[in-house]
C-alpha cells in the first residue's frame, strides 16, 4: 500500500501528460489528400468537351478542417502536355510563402508528370477556395472549396451545413480563347455559354443542330440540376462561393431569404438579402430558413449582372424532403435584377460590415497611399489591360526566389508608378493612353507598414462602358474602407473612410466608374499577387505584385525551384 501511495505522484504526471497530448492532438490534426489532376470529358452542362478534373471530378473535392490544422496535398499533374500550379484562395500562408501556389509569383509549375507537395496551416475559420493559378486553367474546371470549422462558438446558430459554388462555362478552350486575346485583331471571348452550380448546368442543345451526335445531349445524368435537399423546418448554413472566369452574379433561393453572417472568412453584422451579389473569388455564408410551404420545390438560380446578360441563368433545385428531388418547382424560375443597376450592388457592398464582436480596427492612418487605375490601351497592336497604364507580364523566374537568392536580372527593377494623373485624366472617356508599357516591375513595400489601396475604374476601349472588376490579395486580409462613385477625391474621399466596424477581406469589387479603397498590414513576409479575378483580365496584364519582408523568409524549399534563372538550384 505504501508503494502505491509513493507512486501516484509519478502516475499522476504520467496520466497528466497523456491527457494533455490527448488534447494538443484534438486541438490541431493533419489532414492529407493525393490529388490525379488529368483531362478527361466531361458534359457540365450537357455539352461535352475536354475539362480538368480533380481524382475524375469538377469540381474538385472540398478540403474539410478545423482552425489550426495542417493540411498536405500531394499533387500528381497528369496533364502530359501542361505545367500546372493550385493557388489556396483565401489562406494566407503565414511563414510558407511558397506554398501560394501561384505560378511565376511564389514557385515554378508542376511539370507534366512531377508530383508537388503542398502543405501549411489554416489558420482562420471560414469559406475559402482553391483554384489553379497557371494560364487560364481555372475555367477549364480546376476548382474546389475549403471549408475549415471553428474551435469556438460562432455568432450565429444552424442545424446543418451546406455548400454551393458557382461558376460560368465555356466551350472554346483555354487555348483558343488565350490565342483569341493574344491575336491582332482582338479577339474577345465572349460571354459563357452557361452558368454551373456546383459543376451542373444546362445548355440549349437545339441552339446548335450542327454538333456531331453525342456532342451535347440534355438526357445526360452529368448536367441533372444539382439538388439541395432540406428538411422542412431546419436552418442551414449555405457557404456560397464563385469562381467564375467573367461573370458577376446574382443568387437567389426563390421565396426565401438569406441572412448575410460571413464573407470571405469574417463574420458580417447580419444582414437580410434576396439577391446576393457575388464576384469572381468571394465567399459567403448565409442562413436560410427552411419554412416555405413543403408541399413543394423551390429554385435556386444564378444570373449574370453588371454586363450584357445574353447567359442563360444557372439552375438548381432547393428540395423539400420528402418530395422527390426531381420535381420541377411549379413557377417559373423568379426574375433576375436588371443587369446594368449598379445601385443594389453598390447598396450589398456597403452593407458588409464586421459583425460587433468580431471588429478588428484597423489602423487610422497609412504610412503609403497607392492609387491603382484600372484602364485598357493597345500596346504594339495588341488589347491589354493594365494598372496606371503598365500591364503586368509574368517572369520566366518567381520572383520569390528572384528576391530571396538575389537574382537582380530575372524582372525589371523599376517598380510600377503609385498613382496616375489625378488632375487631367478623364475616368469617363475613352483614353488614349498612347504611353500605355508592359512590365515585370513590382511594388517594394516597407516591413511591418500600413498600406492603403484605392482601386479606381474608368471607361474602357468602348464608349461608355466600365466593367466591373473583383480584386484579390494573396497572403492578407484587407480592411475595406470605403466605395464610391468617380473620381476618388484623395481631399474629401478620405474623411469618409469606416475606420470604426470595416469588414476584412481577401477579394473585393470594384464598380463601374467607381472607386474602392482598402487597407493592409505589410506584415506577411513574401511576395504576394494583387490582380483582378476575371480570368481573361489578368491573363491581358490587369495585376500588380507586392514584396514585402523578403529578408524575413525562412530557407525556400527547392521543390519551387527548377525554372528560368533557378535551373539546377537545391
Known amino acids: 500500500m505504501q508503494l502505491s501511495l509513493r507512486a501516484s505522484p509519478t502516475l499522476l504526471v504520467l496520466c497528466l501528460f497523456l491527457i494533455l497530448g490527448n488534447f494538443l492532438k484534438a486541438e490541431a490534426r493533419v489532414r492529407h489528400y493525393k490529388w490525379e489532376v488529368k483531362y478527361e470529358y466531361r458534359s457540365p452542362d450537357c455539352y461535352k468537351k475536354v475539362v480538368i478534373t480533380i481524382n475524375g471530378n469538377t469540381p474538385g473535392p472540398t478540403i474539410q478542417a478545423q482552425e489550426g490544422d495542417t493540411v ?72 474546389g472549396m475549403i471549408r475549415v470549422t471553428s474551435r469556438e462558438p460562432e455568432p450565429f446558430t444552424y442545424d446543418l451545413d451546406r455548400s454551393i459554388i458557382l461558376n460560368d462555362w465555356y466551350h472554346q478552350s483555354t487555348y483558343e480563347q488565350a490565342a483569341g486575346l493574344s491575336s491582332i485583331p482582338f479577339q474577345w471571348v465572349g460571354e459563357p455559354q452557361s452558368l454551373l452550380i456546383n459543376g451542373k448546368g444546362r445548355f440549349n442543345c437545339s441552339t446548335t443542330p450542327s454538333l456531331k451526335t453525342g456532342i451535347c445531349s440534355i438526357s445526360n445524368p ?82 449574370v449582372v453588371s454586363r450584357n446578360r445574353t447567359t442563360p441563368p444557372g439552375l438548381a433545385i432547393f428540395n423539400y424532403y420528402p418530395n422527390h428531388p426531381k420535381l420541377s418547382p411549379p413557377k417559373a424560375p423568379p ?42 490601351n493597345t500596346i504594339d497592336g495588341y488589347r491589354h489591360w493594365s494598372v496606371n497604364n503598365v500591364s503586368f507580364t509574368l517572369p520566366h523566374t518567381p520572383y520569390l526566389i528572384d528576391l530571396k537568392q538575389n537574382i537582380t536580372d530575372a524582372f525589371d527593377q523599376t517598380p510600377p508608378p503609385d498613382g496616375y494623373d489625378f488632375v487631367n485624366y478623364d475616368i469617363f472617356s475613352v483614353a488614349n493612353n498612347s504611353n500605355a508599357t508592359s512590365s515585370n516591375g513590382i511594388y517594394r513595400l516597407k516591413f511591418n ?42 481631399n474629401n474621399d478620405t474623411k469618409n473612410y469606416n475606420l470604426v466596424n470595416p469588414i ?31 480570368e481573361s483580365h489578368f491573363y491581358m496584364g490587369m495585376g500588380v505584385v507586392f514584396e514585402e519582408g523578403i529578408d524575413r523568409v525562412g530557407k525556400l524549399p527547392s521543390s519551387i525551384m527548377g525554372c528560368g534563372k533557378t535551373k539546377g538550384f537545391h
Open 72 to 143: 498536405i496535398v500531394e499533387v500528381n499533374n497528369k496533364l502530359f502536355t501542361e505545367n500546372l500550379a493550385i493557388h489556396w484562395h483565401g489562406i494566407r500562408q503565414i511563414g510558407t510563402p511558397w506554398f501560394d501556389g501561384t505560378e511565376g509569383v511564389t514557385q515554378c509549375p508542376i511539370l507534366p508528370g512531377d508530383t508537388f507537395v503542398y502543405q501549411f496551416v489554416v489558420d482562420r475559420p471560414g469559406t475559402y477556395l482553391y483554384h489553379a493559378h497557371y494560364g487560364m486553367q481555372r475555367e477549364a474546371g480546376l476548382y
Open 335 to 376: 426574375p433576375p435584377p436588371a443587369w446594368d443597376d449598379v445601385e443594389p450592388r453598390l447598396a450589398q457592398s456597403l452593407a458588409i460590415k464586421a459583425d460587433k464582436g468580431y471588429i478588428e480596427k484597423p489602423p487610422t492612418t497609412s504610412d503609403r497611399v497607392i492609387v491603382l487605375l484600372n484602364t485598357q
Open 449 to 490: 507598414t500600413t498600406v492603403d489601396v484605392i482601386l479606381q475604374n474608368a471607361n474602357t476601349m468602348n464608349k461608355n462602358n466600365s466593367e466591373t472588376h473583383p480584386w484579390h490579395l494573396h497572403g492578407h486580409d484587407f480592411w475595406v474602407l470605403g466605395y464610391g462613385k468617380g473620381k476618388f477625391d484623395v
Open 504 to 534: 476584412m477581406k481577401n477579394t473585393v469589387p470594384v464598380h463601374p466608374f467607381g472607386w474602392t479603397a482598402l487597407r493592409f498590414r505589410s506584415d506577411n513576409p513574401g511576395v504576394w499577387a494583387f490582380h483582378c479575378h476575371i
Open 222 to 303: 452529368e448536367c441533372s440540376p444539382f439538388v439541395q435537399t432540406v428538411i422542412p423546418g431546419k436552418t442551414y448554413r449555405l457557404r456560397v462561393a464563385s469562381l467564375t472566369a467573367l461573370s458577376a452574379l446574382s443568387f437567389q433561393i426563390e421565396g426565401h431569404n438569406m441572412t448575410v453572417v460571413e464573407a470571405d472568412g469574417h463574420y458580417v453584422e447580419p444582414f437580410v438579402v434576396q439577391n446576393l451579389f457575388i464576384y469572381s473569388g468571394e465567399t459567403y455564408s448565409v442562413i436560410v430558413k427552411a419554412d416555405q410551404d413543403p408541399s413543394r420545390n423551390y429554385w435556386i438560380t444564378s444570373n
